[in-house]
């Protein structure tokens, strides 16, 4: 086999009956989740299966749920195709899937790692309460054309941009009343935007909360250098050093997202297949619009 990369998915990846299929036909996915639900204080499982929807979207439920659901996708890969993961040269993780990714290179032992995203999620919710804010997901415009927007919208409110994931498609992020002003703005110059079904500004100065929050947990979390190189959301590096890992994923919480540089390096590593692992296929949709050509396979949580 050639040189592989490992993709993993973020908040927004999940869906009702997440992992549930898995667990029945794959015993190490039920044992994850039974794992997980022990350190969560709730059935995980459950919530995947049964929902409600609105339980399992919201931000404390969702995060744990992508998280195990990735991992359990990954031992299902594992098992019926090792040398996928011994091929691989390099990993990336979209914002919370930084994790998952974390987790696969032996930086972050599985159940530490349910605990930090567990806080993650809870952190950045109360932060969300804080200050109501959201996200908008902008189609089809240059960053320029974006830019011009948010320091318009930027003088009724706090507007950033926040995840840059693929050409045509950035997300910005700010207080409900900036977010309004943008849309207003974006819909005069006839530019598309989608509102996101998230808590809040992800990703900006609106979640410096979290941010001391998480900085506190990471502090006391034994995390390891990584054997696979895995690439920071907030500056598209690799960062094996442990103290260097726990300062990028707090900084992760209020700092730009540069998944499509993440992106771009990977392929030019020159890895010949990308897997996209846990729920979902937004990563391969992503990836094809930066590449069309790329081989890229889901293994679907």
């Known amino acids: 086999m050639g040189s592989t990369a490992f993709l993993f998915p973020g ?71 090792p040398d996928a993961a011994q091929s691989c040269q390099i990993t ?9 990714a974390l987790t696969f290179a032996g930086a972050i032992s599985f159940a530490d790692g349910v605990a930090l995203v567990k806080e993650r999620g809870e952190a950045m919710q109360a932060a969300s309460e804080k200050i109501p804010s959201g996200m908008l997901s902008v189609i089809g415009a240059e960053k320029e054309q974006i830019a011009e927007l948010c320091e318009e919208a930027g003088k009724v409110g706090l507007i950033k941009m926040a995840n840059f994931l693929c050409p045509g498609n950035i997300v910005v992020s700010g207080d409900n009343e900036a977010c309004t002003m943008f849309e207003k703005i974006a819909l005069e110059k006839g530019i598309r935007t989608i509102k996101l079904a998230v808590a809040g500004a992800f990703h900006t100065a609106i979640m410096e909360p979290a941010l001391e929050r998480l900085a506190k947990i990471l502090s006391n979390t034994s995390i390891a250098s990584t054997k696979v190189p895995v690439l920071a959301n907030v500056d598209a590096l690799e960062h094996t050093d442990p103290a260097s890992i726990k300062n ?26 990308l897997y996209e692992v846990g729920p979902g296929r937004v990563l391969a949709g992503l990836a094809k619009r930066i590449n069309r050509k790329i081989d890229i396979v889901n293994i679907q949580a």
Do not use: H
């Open 11 to 81: 908040q927004g990846a999940q869906y009702l009956g997440m992992g549930a299929a898995l667990c029945e036909k794959f015993p190490p996915a039920f044992q994850k989740f039974q794992q997980a639900s022990q350190i969560l204080g709730y059935d995980l499982l459950d919530i995947c299966k049964n929902g409600p929807l609105e339980k399992l979207n919201s931000t404390v439920i969702s995060q744990p749920a992508i998280y195990v659901s990735s991992l359990a996708a990954l031992d299902l890969l594992n098992s019926e195709a």
């Open 248 to 273: 990028k994923l707090a900084r992760q919480v209020v700092e730009p997202v540069l998944w499509e540089n993440c992106i771009r390096k990977i392929l030019d590593s020159g890895v010949e297949k």
């Open 92 to 100: 990336a993780g979209l914002s919370l899937g930084e994790y998952s």
